[in-house]
C-alpha cells in the first residue's frame, strides 16, 4: 500500500458506497407508481421539441480531437515542471523544441479555421 | 492486506466496467461504463507506486479520449443501431472462446509463476528515493531526449491529420 492513500482510498470507497446504499435502499423502500404525466416537464418548463441523442455538428468533433492532442502536449509538461530546476537551461531549451513543433500546428490549425465555430 | 483489498475492488471496477461496456446497447451507456473500467485501471496504477500514469489515466484518458469517445458516438447517430438486435446466436462460441483463452493464461501463469517476480526492494528504494514523476522526467530528459522530441512531431501529424480530414466533411 503506496503511504499516504489508504486515507484517500477509504475516503474513496465511503464516498461510492454512501450514495449507492442510499439509492437502493431508496428504491427498495419507495412505493413505485411510474406513469408518463412524471415524465414530463413541470409548470414552467419547455416541452421537449425532439429526441436529445440526434446528431451533432462536426466542429464538437474537431475541437475534442484538438482538446486531446493538447492534452498530452499538457502531460509532457508535468515531468518537466517537477524537476525544472535540476534540468537547467537544458530542460528549457528541450521544452522550448517540443512546444515549437506543436505550437506550428496550433498555429495552423488556426489559420485553418479549425478553431472558428461558425 | 488493506492493498489486496483495494486491488481486488479496483480489479471488479476494471471488469465489471468492461463486462457493461460491451453488453449495454445503448452507445452512450457503453462509454460512461467504460469510464468506470478507466477509472479502476488509474487505482491500479496507484496501487503500483505510479502516480504519473495515474494522473496520465485521469487527465487524458477519463478527461479527455472519453470525451472524444461521447462527441463520436453524438456525431454518428446510433439511435437505428440501438433499436436493432445486437446480440447475435454467437454468443456462446464467444464465452468458449473467452473460458479456452482464460485457462490458457491461468494455466501459463500457474506454470511461469517465478518469471513475475518483480524486485520489491529496489523498485521501494528508488520510489522512496524519488517520486515517480521526478524518474520518469530523469529518463524522459537524458536517455529518451529523442523519442521525447520526436513526440511532437507525432503530436503535430495528429493535428495536421484531424484536421484535414474533419475540414472535407464540414
Known amino acids: ?52 441523442r440526434g446528431r451533432y455538428t462536426v466542429r464538437f468533433y474537431i475541437i475534442a480531437i484538438l ?38 500546428g496550433y498555429v495552423w490549425a488556426w489559420k485553418k479555421g479549425a478553431l472558428e465555430w461558425v | 492486506m488493506l492493498d489486496t483489498i483495494f486491488f481486488y475492488l479496483f480489479a471488479l471496477l476494471v471488469v465489471g466496467g468492461g463486462i457493461l461496456t460491451i453488453t449495454r446497447s445503448s452507445a452512450v451507456h457503453s462509454a ?7 477509472v479502476g485501471v488509474a487505482g491500479l496504477y496507484l496501487l503500483l507506486h505510479a502516480e504519473f500514469l495515474f494522473a496520465v489515466q485521469i487527465v487524458l484518458y477519463i478527461g479527455g479520449i472519453m470525451v472524444l469517445f461521447l462527441f463520436v458516438i ?22 468458449a472462446c473467452v473460458v479456452v483463452v482464460g485457462l490458457q493464461i491461468a494455466w501459463f501463469m500457474r506454470k511461469g509463476a517465478g518469471a513475475f517476480k518483480l524486485a520489491p526492494a529496489a523498485a521501494a528504494a528508488a520510489s522512496a528515493a524519488k517520486g515517480n514523476t521526478e524518474a520518469i522526467a530523469d529518463a524522459l530528459f537524458s536517455e529518451y531526449l529523442l523519442p ?10 495528429a493535428v495536421v491529420g484531424s484536421v484535414v480530414m474533419a475540414k472535407k466533411r464540414i
Request: with cysteine; proline share 4%.
Open chain 2, 148 to 157: 521525447f522530441e520526436i513526440a511532437s512531431v507525432l503530436l503535430l501529424v
Open chain 1, 1 to 52: 500500500m503506496p503511504d499516504g492513500y489508504l486515507q484517500i482510498f477509504i475516503f474513496l470507497a465511503i464516498a461510492i458506497a454512501f450514495p449507492t446504499v442510499t439509492i437502493l435502499a431508496a428504491k427498495l423502500i419507495r412505493p413505485s407508481a411510474p406513469s408518463i404525466t412524471k415524465l414530463e416537464a413541470y409548470e414552467c418548463g419547455i416541452k421537449a421539441a425532439s429526441d436529445s
Open chain 2, 74 to 95: 453524438m456525431l454518428v447517430n446510433l439511435d437505428e443501431a440501438a433499436r436493432e438486435r445486437q446480440f447475435n446466436g454467437q454468443w456462446w462460441l464467444a464465452l
Open chain 2, 32 to 38: 460512461i461504463c467504460l469510464i468506470g473500467s478507466l
Open chain 1, 67 to 104: 482538446f486531446v492532442i493538447f492534452d498530452v502536449e499538457t502531460i509532457f509538461l508535468f515531468p518537466f515542471a517537477v524537476r525544472y530546476k535540476t534540468l537547467g537551461w537544458f530542460g528549457v531549451a528541450e521544452i522550448v523544441v517540443f512546444l515549437a513543433i506543436l505550437i506550428v
